[in-house]
Structures are given as structure tokens and as C-alpha cells.
DNA sequence: GGACTTATTGTAAATAGTAAAATAATTAAT
DNA sequence: ATTAATTATTTTACTATTTACAATAAGTCC
């Protein structure tokens, strides 16, 4: 830092910061994008990642939250932080940086969408992205990465699954993810170190043999990794 | 971005940006760090990671680029981008969004280093980090968990290590950064896929049995993921 | 040559991964 | 009620990989 600030402020300190906010679910065995529709210009009617200005007094992860509070109402969930983008002539007005922030949410819990934010939204599955405003198919890209390296080494996927759910839909969610098909019964003895509570609840609604249900057990999680040096692994 | 920017100009294009740049090297079985003294307030003195802001027309990439080359010289490198820190009070001479990048290089290669930049540099290595300026402790820390994931998926151990290396150089580069002990035999066998070239040459002045030394067949390895679906994996 | 240090190879046991078959629970038709 | 069909779940056998440990080979230094 060797620039005299109180000189060359006004060069320098002209730069606009935004956060922009991928909000991943999953429903019947795909993994979804929460996009919005813009209504204003740049990029009026085109789709787009969620995201606005950092305000002055807010951290960038603050604002990130605040995204998805406005979108989803959801609201202390873990954000991910992805990478930043700043070309000069990414922003058609200005100098606009922007940190790519992703959450995971529970797609069956999530209603109230729209608000003055966008006149439309959709679940988008991520094979299927189209087209988007700005650079947002690069922060797509780069945010899928990320995703799905934490997908394997954190256990990040039963925050897209609802609280409980059956083997099938936690096998369904790594094989959309990495685009492979997996073996039913290896995968079952693959995610056995992985603490889980088994329901005595079934399935329902299904015309053949219902799965049980099974949640996360959390506590137990931590209380593994912390004694022995237990290590997620998918 | 629901913001009508002809109005907000002034309030939200006020930010500056600045970027932050470790520089990482292996030296005598440590991962090290190179740090600045800093010649200006704020923190006039203390240890940093070399950084400065981004200029109006540059990219982010740039800046760290640009950063590399004034202190070590070197240039065409991979860039490996890091966290980026916005707390609006992590700067206290106004509101400065950094990015950190992050960059590995062979530590021989490397003597020009004092420039303007900082009166005095040192190679730290990376387990005694002292107390640094800014939040640039935190940005390290995070920095350095993402070189540790990207050390164990991509063949990037070879930018720190000399062009031509023993096995044992490569071994101690991961025991050090993972804190572990490894075998040596399993070691070895563990790097069998990965294409090495074996020189003629060996060690010079040791006072033992000299080890033969390698480089990497980086040719090679592009032609085993493209070819096969082969995976770098430590 | 002999002591010493490190490189390199070999082998057996333990662990993890893969493929396929067997069994169980349910729905729906007979 | 019996049976077929479908899917869930468990079991078994097999294969490949990883780990631990021992043995041997190849240099340097005195």
C-alpha cells in the first residue's frame, strides 16, 4: 500500500461493491438454481442471479444474507462465500466489483418468493442454466466448482435435503451433482460412518415398497469429528 | 440491483479495492511465506502480505500479478484467487474491499525482492506467522486452508518445488503442510501414476547416499487427464 | 573396508471398493 | 387370500488399494 490515500481518494475510492447471492435447492432428484427475472436495466427481462450493492456500513457476508432474506425469508443459514469478479467492463455503469455467495436451502420449506426485487423467479435445474445477465454464467460456473467440492468434503448435502429423507434422495442428489450413476447397495456402505437417525416414519404416497426416513444427526456429527478425527469423505 | 444508480452514485461508489498476494515457497522442508515490513502508516512497521490497490482499468488479476513481478520478478504464473475480506472497518482510513490471490514459486528462483514496495522482506515460514497488519492473519489462515485442499487435488506442489527434486523433497512438502508423518515406501508408491521424469543426475554434497532427482512430466500429465479421466489425488 | 545414512524393493495384513445375488416390504391384479 | 411386480435393503464374495514393517541396495565419509 504505498499510495497516498489523502491524493489519490477520489481516483481510488470511486469503486462499487456487490454480492451476489446463488441460492442451490433440490426436488425431485435435481439440483436447482433460484433465479430472478431482472426489472430494470442493464439486462431488463433477462435471468439472473440474485444480488444487489453492499451497503456502506455492511460486511459482504451481511449483505449476502440479506439477499436471501428478501428472496426466500430465510434467514441464519450458513452462506459460502465463492469468488469475487471484477473486470473493469463487467458493469455496463461503472466500476461495479461483485463476491459470489452461495447458500443450500431446503426447497419444500421455501414459499414466500418475489418482491420488489423482481417480478419473477424460478428454480432453475443447474444442467439446464441458460443464458444470464452479465457475467453471471461465469459466476455460475466457477460457483458450481465450489459447491461441488464442498459437497464432498463437508457434509453441506443435507442442508438441500428436507429433514428427513430416504437413502435414495441423498444417493439421487451426488449423482446429479457429479453426473455419474452410482451403485445402490456400495453406496449404502459408503455413507455408513455418517451418522444418521432412522425414523420409524416411512415414505408415503409411493405405489411400491416405502423407504424409511432418515435425518442428520448433527450433534453426533460434531461430536465425531472432535473426538476421534473423523473426516467427511464422498 | 434494484438501486437507481444515477441517484445512489455518490453513496455506493465510494469503495476502494485493493488485492493481496502470498507468496508461497519451499525452502529446507518448510512451507514458507513472504512477508513486508510495511514503510507507511497504517501499521507503519509491522509485518504484512504484500498487497496494494487496484488500479481504475485493471482486473483483479492483474493487480495480483502486477504485485508478484514488482517484488520477486516474476511473471506468467498461476494465480490462484483466495477470500476476499470487506468488513467496513477492516481499513481504517476509509471503506477497502481486498482479494486475496494466492501464488507458488520456486524460492531459488527468486533473489530480486525489495523494491518501493517495503524497506525489508522476509520468507516466514508458514507454522510461525507472526501477528500481522490489518486482518491479514485471517487472510492468511483462509489462504492457507485453500492451498492445503488445492495441494491435495492438483499437481501445484511442483510450482514450489525446484525444477529438478528428490522424493523426499516432495514427501517433506506434504508432510509439512498437513503436519503429518508418512511413510516413506507407501509414499512413493502413492506418487507411482503421477508422470515424473527421472534424471540422470543426483543430490550434490550430501554426506550420504545422494537421491536421484526428478522433475515433472507436466506433458505427460496433460495427456493422462485428456486421454484417460485421470485424477490428481494426494 | 567398515560404519553410517538414505534409497529402493518386497511382502503380508488390513482396509476399502465393486459386483452381483438374496431377501423384505409394499401395491395391485387375480 | 394368493400371486406377480416393483422397489428397498441386506448379504456375500471378490478385487483392488492402502498400510505397516522388514529387507536389501547404493552411496558417502573415515
Known amino acids: ?14 469503486y462499487s461493491l456487490s454480492v451476489d447471492c446463488l441460492i ?10 433460484l ?7 442493464p439486462f431488463k427481462g433477462d435471468w439472473a442471479i440474485p444480488g444487489d450493492l453492499v451497503y456502506p456500513e455492511e460486511d459482504l457476508e451481511e449483505a449476502a444474507s440479506r ?9 441464519n443459514i450458513e452462506l459460502h462465500q465463492s469468488q469475487t469478479f ?5 458493469h455496463p455503469q461503472g466500476r461495479v466489483i461483485t463476491c459470489a455467495y452461495f447458500a443450500m436451502v431446503k426447497i419444500d420449506e421455501v414459499n414466500a418468493i418475489a418482491s420488489s426485487w ?8 443447474i444442467q439446464r442454466i441458460p443464458k444470464l445477465a452479465f457475467d453471471h454464467n461465469e459466476i455460475f460456473n466457477s460457483s458450481l466448482e465450489l459447491l461441488k467440492i464442498k459437497l464432498s468434503n463437508e457434509p453441506i448435502c443435507f442442508d438441500l435435503l428436507p429433514d428427513k429423507f430416504t437413502l435414495n434422495e441423498l444417493q439421487q442428489l451426488y449423482e446429479y451433482a457429479y453426473k455419474v450413476n452410482l451403485n445402490k447397495a456400495n453406496f449404502r456402505k459408503k ?11 416411512k415414505q408415503k404416497n409411493v405405489k411400491h415398497r416405502p ?18 478425527n473423523f473426516r467427511f469423505k464422498m
Chains 1, 2 share one sequence.
Not at 500500500?1 to 470511486?14: G, L, W
Not at 455413507?191 to 416414519?201: A, Q, R, S, T, V
Not at 423407504?211 to 465425531?224: G, M, N, Q, T
Request: hydrophobic share 40%; proline share 5%.
Open 67 to 75: 439477499i436471501l432474506f428478501d428472496l426466500t425469508n430465510i434467514k
Open 24 to 33: 442451490f435447492g433440490f426436488e425431485e432428484g435435481e439440483i436447482k438454481l
Open 1 to 14: 500500500m504505498t499510495h497516498n490515500y489523502k491524493i489519490e481518494f477520489e481516483k481510488f475510492f470511486s
Open 211 to 228: 423407504a424409511k426416513l432418515f435425518s442428520f444427526d448433527e450433534h453426533k456429527f460434531e461430536r465425531l469429528v472432535n473426538q476421534r
Open 35 to 41: 433465479l430472478i427475472k431482472r426489472n430494470m436495466d
Open 191 to 201: 455413507i455408513k460412518p455418517i451418522p444418521l437417525i432412522e425414523h420409524n416414519e
Open 118 to 125: 423482481a417480478n419473477e423467479v424460478k428454480w432453475v435445474p
Open 86 to 90: 471484477g473486470k473493469p467492463d463487467r
